[in-house]
């Protein structure tokens, strides 16, 4: 089992920053990617960033919609990732949920990982509010 918690979430002005974190924890010796989604109110949950490694190897991988602004980051000796924020726009307000994946990892360009089907292990979600 992993379990994953956010935090970092809150209330701030359009155009500030904002970092959120991501702490895993169990067997974490099996995760081999992490990825954010996020949910509005009366909307779907939508894939924001996701990062993926290996012994050699890291990925990123970013929704349209926040590349450029936004990035993904590890520390592996933390068993943390990260959502740095940037330039947050009112559209960007909603539930941040981070998620785990485990098991084989996939080689097809990031394209798994950008669905919530990618995941097996999801935090509870931290707020972030952006005023305009």
């Known amino acids: 089992q992993v379990q994953v918690v956010e935090s970092g979430g809150g209330l701030v002005q359009a155009g500030d920053s904002l970092r959120l974190s991501c702490a895993a924890s169990g067997r974490t010796f099996s995760t081999y990617a992490m990825g954010w989604f996020r949910q509005a109110p009366g909307k779907e949950r939508e894939f924001v960033a996701a990062i993926v490694w290996s012994a050699i190897t890291i990925s990123t991988y970013y929704a349209d919609a926040v590349q450029g602004r936004f990035t993904i980051s590890r520390n592996n000796a933390e068993n943390t990732v990260y959502l740095q924020m940037n330039s947050l726009k009112p559209e960007d307000a909603a539930v941040y949920y981070c998620?785990?994946?485990?098991?084989?990892?996939?080689?097809?360009?990031?394209?798994?990982?950008?669905?919530?089907?990618?995941?097996?292990?999801w935090g509870q979600g931290t707020q972030v509010t952006v005023s305009s």
């Open positions: 998620a785990a994946s485990t098991g084989p990892r996939r080689y097809d360009g990031g394209r798994y990982y950008r669905y919530e089907a990618g995941y097996h292990y």
